[in-house]
Structures are given as structure tokens and as C-alpha cells.
């Protein structure tokens, strides 16, 4: 039998200028003496930021340790023949107790050329939002670089964005390229491609507790920026219970939703892929081959590629994302 089991990563706490407590309150994560915590890193292969196993036999030792021992048995023979030794996703919390700055991220061919890494498609879902809380995903009108310019430098740039009203369960899908931002009162869960490259373009004129503002990047967004203006930026999808409902579907990750009262197996034999476990709401238990792990809101488990099969219980139902690689 491998030695290989459903992981759990110790989790990198953030300090942000706009973070909160909700990952303390909310979350039940205690991230000790930081003043806030805006973000979470769940599980995480960003050579800086390389997540540590905290359960089981391979506590202690690192993602990338366990990918370049265990290769495709890990991650899946296409994943690891595509990515090889790269966590391909990263997993976060993200508690947005201000807005954060609004920015973009570039596609794998600028990420590339630039900083010889991956770009940074991403989704976000809500997990909880105030009465009022707001994001920004995308153009409200077609733009160019010319008009957008204009609106940056003559102080107007939120005129043309589009500002959503947000509720808990929604889901937004952002592809490398466009303009977003969290806005206040948002707990959010992120699923991204493994980059940390971010533009900041504008970041409310805000300073640290030195005075100092954050660096923008406003030349280098110019060529990431997607300028095209979409009628629908809030991905639609199926609040439908006890069944799977796949939500985001795109090169990098497949993302399906699982609102369960009841227990369930899933099947992952078909997938030549891990699976990757998000659990937003609720707590169940997972039966494997060779043993079982108890799962509550806040935790993110890696489910390795031999594991082809799960039974899930539970007592009062659960929310999960469940990712793989296509």
C-alpha cells in the first residue's frame, strides 16, 4: 500500500493592511499575534511559501519534498508530466476587512517573459459577506487602453469598472488579464494557479503604519489588462443539494461545488488528477482505504491521486469545493 493519505497543510497566516479577524472569529484559525489576517495560505507550492504536511506519517515534511518523491502517484502522471515538480494550485482565505487594491494579474505568456513563472487565473467563493459588501470584477462599458488611461489619470478609473452587490455562495471565475478587486466585508475562498504576481494599480491612496504607500504597477498592467467588456462576470451555477454541481471549468482547474445534508462516495478513479477538498461550511469524515480523517469548515485537504475512492459522512452536513486538474 502507498504511503501516501488525504493531507493536511499547516496553514501560512498573512498580515494585510486591509485583513481582518474573520479568520479568527469566523474561520476558528488562531493566527496568534499578527494584528489581522488578510490572508490564508492553505496549501501552497510558491517557492516562498511551500506548505508543511501536519498530519499523519509525512507530518513535517514539505509539498515539494512530496512531489519530487512521489511524482505522478501524488499529483497525476499528466499533472506531473505538464507541471513536474510545481504544485500547480494554490488554496487561500481571504478576509477583506477594507477593500483591497484594485489590480490584475498577467497569463502565463506575460508572466512567463517577465518573471519566468506562471500567470494567475483564479476563482473566488464567497463565504460570507455584510449587508452592502461589494466587488469589482472586469469593465462596465468597452474600453481601450486609451480610455482607460484617461480614466486612471484624471482620478476617474472606478467610473468604469464594474462594481457587484455579493451575497454568501456567489462564485466569480477571474482569467489572467482581468481588473478586480475584494471589496469590504468579504470572506472569501480563492483557487488559483500557483503564482504570487500581482499588479497593483490602484490602491486607494492608503499608507502603512510608517507612512509609506504601496509600490504600483501601473506601466506593467498595462499590457495584462484584458480590456474587454463582458455582459456577465458572476458565474452562474445550480444551488442544488446532494448532488455534485460543477461550477468553474477551465485549463488550470476544475472546480465543482458539494452541498450535502447527507453522506456521500465519490469516485475519482476517471480523474488522472489529486483532488483537492475546500470545506466552506459543515464537517464530515472521509473513509479510505487505510483509514478515516475528520474534516470542519476552515480545512483544506489534499487528496492524493491513489486515492481513487471516498466515502464522506457526516452529521450536520457540509460544504465543499472540490478541485482537480483537467
Not at 1 to 21: E, H, N, R, V
Not at 23 to 40: A, H, M, Q, V, W
Not at 79 to 102: M, W
Request: one cysteine or more; a negative charge.
Amino acid at each position: 500500500m502507498s504511503a501516501l493519505y488525504p493531507l493536511k497543510f499547516k496553514t501560512i497566516y498573512k498580515d494585510k493592511i486591509w485583513g481582518g479577524q474573520k479568520i479568527r472569529t469566523y474561520l476558528n484559525k488562531d493566527f496568534g499575534s499578527l494584528p489581522n489576517c488578510g490572508e490564508t495560505w492553505e496549501i501552497s507550492g510558491v517557492k516562498s511559501d511551500v506548505s508543511v504536511v501536519a498530519n499523519g506519517a509525512l507530518e513535517g515534511r514539505s509539498l515539494a519534498d512530496l512531489l519530487e518523491e512521489y511524482k505522478g502517484e501524488l499529483v497525476g502522471e499528466k499533472v506531473y508530466e505538464r507541471f513536474g515538480n510545481t504544485f500547480p494550485l494554490l488554496v487561500k482565505f481571504i478576509d477583506a476587512n477594507e477593500d483591497l487594491s484594485i489590480q490584475v494579474h498577467p497569463d502565463d505568456k506575460l508572466a512567463k517573459e517577465r518573471h519566468n513563472s506562471f500567470g494567475k487565473t483564479e476563482m473566488w467563493y464567497v463565504i460570507e459577506a455584510d449587508p452592502g459588501a461589494t466587488l469589482i470584477t472586469g469593465f462596465n462599458q468597452e474600453v481601450n487602453e486609451q480610455v482607460y488611461l484617461e480614466k486612471f489619470n484624471s482620478g476617474h478609473l472606478t467610473d468604469i469598472l464594474n462594481r457587484e452587490d455579493v451575497t454568501a455562495g456567489d462564485i466569480y471565475f477571474l482569467p489572467a488579464g482581468r481588473v478586480h478587486t475584494i471589496g469590504a466585508g468579504l470572506l472569501i475562498a480563492e483557487i488559483q494557479q500557483t503564482s504570487d504576481i500581482t499588479y497593483r494599480i490602484y490602491d486607494f491612496d492608503r499608507v502603512d503604519d510608517k507612512g509609506n504607500k504601496r509600490e504600483l504597477h501601473v506601466e506593467e498592467a498595462l499590457a495584462a489588462i484584458d480590456y474587454k467588456f463582458y455582459p456577465e462576470y458572476k458565474t452562474a451555477y445550480e444551488h442544488t443539494q446532494n448532488e455534485p454541481v460543477e461550477a468553474v471549468s477551465c485549463q488550470y482547474f476544475t472546480t465543482s461545488v458539494l452541498d450535502f445534508t447527507q453522506g456521500t462516495t465519490r469516485d475519482y478513479s476517471s480523474i488522472d488528477s489529486f483532488v483537492i477538498h475546500v470545506c466552506v461550511a459543515g464537517a464530515y469524515t472521509i473513509k479510505y482505504d487505510g483509514g478515516t480523517l475528520d474534516v470542519k469548515m476552515g480545512d483544506s485537504i489534499l487528496l492524493p491521486k491513489n486515492i481513487n475512492e471516498v466515502e464522506i459522512t457526516t452529521e450536520g452536513g457540509f460544504k465543499i469545493l472540490e478541485s482537480y486538474v483537467p
